[in-house]
């Protein structure tokens, strides 16, 4: 399991989708659970499978990068 917290924030593009593809390739060559933490959607999307979105510190969605990033469940 690889644990990453904001790891594509202040980087250039070119080395932001650099940092991506190396995600991506060690996840699927590698058999690696990958925890991704971030508030760029977009850039979840490219290593998720599956993504959560929080809101005032608790879960409210869960579910395919697009969908996380959707209204929460309400409540």
Known sequence: MLVRDEIT?????????????????????????????????AAAAAPADRAAGLEAGRLARTGAPAGAAGPGRGG
């Open 9 to 41: 924030s202040g980087r250039d593009p070119v080395t932001r989708a650099a940092v991506l593809d190396l995600l991506v390739g060690l996840r699927e060559h590698q058999d690696l659970a990958l925890v991704f933490l971030t508030y760029d959607l």
